[in-house]
């Protein structure tokens, strides 16, 4: 690991003029991400700014209408906590899903968010990655693509992301604070990841200097939830493929539902045709595979991941099924 | 002597060599241009040598005369750790990580470096009574906290009863793995997450043992969680 300047901030205001101040600084909290990509020199930044003293920033509340839950809170509390158990049980089987009990004691819900694709293209600096080193082309387009993108990739990055709770965050419209050097704005869960095009280098709409403060949830009426995670060992793994459910359902009939996948893009990727199509139908086999089938268009392989054009669907249908219990 | 004629494959030396080149930074004059002879190639390759053996941020110092950054990061920065009880006043270059902090400067090597990538959990100790990966820790970052390490369990010469199980059970082999087995054991059974064998499968399954030694690992640990005794 190259050398680096520390400095400790205790304020969010000291936080966003500190990065504001040194273009090639970053912030750590965590640092499970960051402190990896660096010893291998993937990103090398000449500053970090601890953000994880800041008071207040990790707690998790009921503010009207839901959660707020601060962007420092380790991933271990919130999978925990009882006001996300009780009113966001989709957000802590997500959370659980990720990464070992170690990781998510260390983690914190902004860095999850933040997280780099674990694309191998991108992890080794032999081979081409316009997403590492942007203009020296995508080495998994026509290489080992076994774990790449079927849905919003570009000719320039197939990865996908490897967040497990920014999927379950997508399926319950959650927004993120983020705190900058002109103030404060609010960005919509779904916004707030963008796909690759032809900047496969910039992961989110955050901008400069902008530190994401917290993410809330909005109460909801679903009542049959569910997490489906498929992968390569039975934990400790990233997703082939999951998907987040959330069900309202009401004499077996749902009455909304949301649908969200991972494994399968650059951004967890909401399946609102599919939602669509379940609204007002019986919970059944039939609408589930009519989701599923929805929800698969404009689904496109490579070579090695033509696995997920049949994966992807099952898993929707079964996690339909998990959730709804039929 | 005939110099042998190398057909260029995918993953020919001199293509890896040149792939290289594409970390280079821009305004570096070895950059790569398709069809350079060979003559070329070599002077690329020794640049590239020298960058390696260069620390990188000198490298970029002496671009850009960067002396007072670099100076000023190369700074130690006092630390204050309570290490297995005893309070340690100690300084740290900011980029020295928990694990290398225990191993190198304290002498602690109980804690392993397994991968230090975060995959294996061979570095799990305590900080503030939970189970993290040291290797993915700055110590700098740790400033004022507990640190449990597997050198910090035992009463004396009474090993602490996980110890007395995973010996009891053969948890290990070859036992590199095992510091980071018991710590993160200890708290898993202290979380309360040692329920069924398929729980404890599943919260120690940031531990990786490469002898395989998992179904006698979960047998201590069920032991130990069953004799309800201080974990």
Partial sequence: MIQFQYQRVNLEKAAVSARVKDKNSMFIAGGTNLLDLMKRGIVSPEKLIDISRIPGMAEITAVEGGIRIGALALNTKVAEDKLVLGRQPLLALAINAGASAQIRNMATVGGNMLQRTRCSYFYDKLLPCNKREPGSGCGALDGFNRMHAIFGFSEQCIAVHPSDMSVALTALEATVRVSGPNGSRTIPFGDFHRLPGTKPEVDTNLGNGELITYVELPDSSFNHVHYLKIRDRASYAFALVSVAVALHIENNTIKEARLAMGGVAHKPWRLKEAEASLAGKIASDSSFKQAAKIAMAGAKAFKHNEYKLRMAPNAIVQALKSASGI | ?231
């Fill in chain 2, 1 to 231: 002597m005939k110099k042998k004629e190398k057909k260029p494959t995918e993953d020919s030396r001199e293509e890896r060599e040149c792939r290289n080149v594409y970390m280079l930074p821009e305004k570096s004059e070895a950059t790569y241009t398709p069809n350079d002879g060979r003559r070329d190639f070599l002077k690329q390759s020794g640049f590239l040598t020298a960058m390696a053996f260069a620390p990188a941020i000198a490298v970029k110092a002496a671009e850009q005369q960067w002396d007072e950054k670099l100076a000023s990061s190369l700074e130690k920065v006092p630390l204050k750790l309570e290490i297995n009880g005893r309070m340690k006043n100690l300084k740290v270059e900011p980029r020295v990580t928990l694990l290398d902090l225990l191993r190198e400067q304290l002498d602690l090597t109980g804690t392993k470096k397994g991968c230090d990538y975060g995959q294996c959990g061979a570095c799990t100790v305590h900080v503030n009574g939970e189970r993290v990966l040291s290797c993915l820790s700055l110590a700098v970052m740790q400033d004022g906290k507990k640190i449990t390490t597997i050198e910090g369990i035992a009463e004396g010469e009474t090993l602490h009863p996980m110890q007395d199980a995973f010996i009891k059970h053969d948890g290990f082999q070859c036992g590199y793995c095992t510091p980071g087995q018991i710590m993160s054991a200890i708290a898993c059974v202290r979380e309360g997450h040692a329920g069924s064998r398929d729980e404890i499968r599943e919260y120690m399954s940031g531990n990786i043992c490469r002898c395989g030694a998992y179904p006698n690992i979960v047998d201590a640990i069920i032991e130990v969680k069953n004799g309800g005794g201080r974990v």
